[in-house]
């Protein structure tokens, strides 16, 4: 099996599975539970949180646990828009994000919230003087994700949260859920971040939004004690250990990874430029870990199904969208055609250059297979 779809969800590390295995029997307690077992599970918990929160460079009260990334953007834009409604109703995001942005910013439109759409320069990037122009006295929300799932673009989140501070009341939300296990991100001036531990070798199941102590929020659950009062729910100890274990993990040679993505990247990118009916979506200002293509007049599930008859996995847009059409590559490209018939490959520092050799040879044969049927 040859899996190209790291993207969307990377497989378990056998050390976090461990974790996960040996929490789940030994640590039994209810972490609320005033008795010496559930003491012992919550002093994992505490100690599992101040791992993180080191890692991230916060403090250990800004950590909120979640069911996964969707269940963080969720809890930051509708938590934010709720509470400070009464300084404005308005939200600035962009046309590259996912759907746990667009389902929550929908549901605050019927609400009477107004939402403008940032506009990029020709390379899909936003600059900074562009979001500064939309900036009014009632906006309350910038959310941006630091890289499109889709294309693998990145856009300068740090640099928009240095230049929000001058705007003390709108908050900058990031959904960083492409970017935490696969670069350096400084998340210091970002006031909410979103992720979740199933991209970087952890369990499913398990996400974080990190919400800076100024700020207050309405929670989404109510009722029953947590690791805070945002988030109510039986904390799950086997999960957030694991979540610390895989983060940990995940940040070793974090560099050194990076870079073999990033020959990997390359080399694929070479090969698949050969051919006539190839476009190549992501440009220069992508993340190597994704590397976004369309193969013109054949429909990309099509190709899907073929690359699988020889055991290679890859993905057509992001797992959690909808529709034919390319929202992120229709954004990027300008070009509808481009848009319907995208194929994004997703590469993690566990792929091979044997398994690119053996994904190239494949994709020859189906590409030839299938544009000589037209």
Not at 99 to 107: A, E, H, Q, T
Request: proline share 3%.
């Amino acid at each position: 099996m040859i899996y190209l779809d790291y993207s969307a969800t990377t497989p378990i590390n056998k050390e976090v599975l461990d974790t996960y295995n040996r929490v789940s029997l030994d640590f039994i307690g209810n972490p609320n539970s005033l008795h010496k077992l559930g003491i012992e599970t919550s002093s994992l918990i505490a100690a599992s949180t101040k791992q993180i929160s080191e890692i991230l460079g916060v403090s250990y009260n800004e950590i909120i646990y979640t069911s996964g990334a969707s269940e963080s953007n969720n809890m930051a834009i509708k938590g934010i828009a709720l509470k400070y409604a009464n300084r404005g109703k308005h939200i600035i995001t962009t046309k590259f994000e996912h759907s746990s942005i667009y389902g929550p910013i929908s549901y605050l439109q019927s609400l009477g919230y107004d939402v403008d759409f940032v506009e990029t320069n020709e390379f899909g990037v936003i600059e900074t003087g562009s979001l500064k122009n939309l900036l009014r006295e009632d906006t309350i929300l910038v959310t941006i994700s630091s890289v499109n799932s889709e294309t693998g673009l990145k856009q300068p989140v740090e640099e928009f949260a240095k230049m929000l501070k001058e705007y003390p009341k709108c908050f900058f939300h990031v959904d960083a859920t492409q970017s935490i296990g696969k670069e350096k991100i400084n998340i210091e001036n970002i006031d909410l971040v979103s992720f979740t531990a199933h991209k970087f070798y952890g369990p499913k199941g398990i996400g974080v939004l990190v919400k800076k102590e100024k700020i207050d929020i309405i929670p989404l659950i109510h009722g029953g004690k947590s690791t805070t009062s945002y988030r109510s729910g039986t904390p799950v100890a086997s999960l957030i250990a694991s979540l610390a274990k895989s983060i940990r993990l995940a940040n070793i040679d974090i560099k050194k990874r990076y870079e073999h993505v990033k020959e990997l990247n390359a080399y694929l990118k070479e090969h698949l430029k050969k051919y006539d009916r190839v476009h190549i979506n992501s440009n220069d200002y992508c993340l190597p870990h994704m590397l976004n293509f369309s193969v013109i007049d054949v429909k990309p599930e099509t190709m899907q199904h073929a690359l699988e008859e020889y055991d290679i996995y890859i993905s057509t847009q992001t797992a959690c969208s909808t529709g034919s059409v390319s929202v992120a590559v229709k954004a990027l490209t300008n070009n509808d055609s481009y848009a319907t018939s995208s194929l994004r490959l997703s590469l993690s520092y566990l792929s091979t250059k044997e398994e690119c050799d053996m994904f190239l040879k494949a994709f020859d044969e189906c590409y030839n297979k299938l544009t000589n049927l037209r």
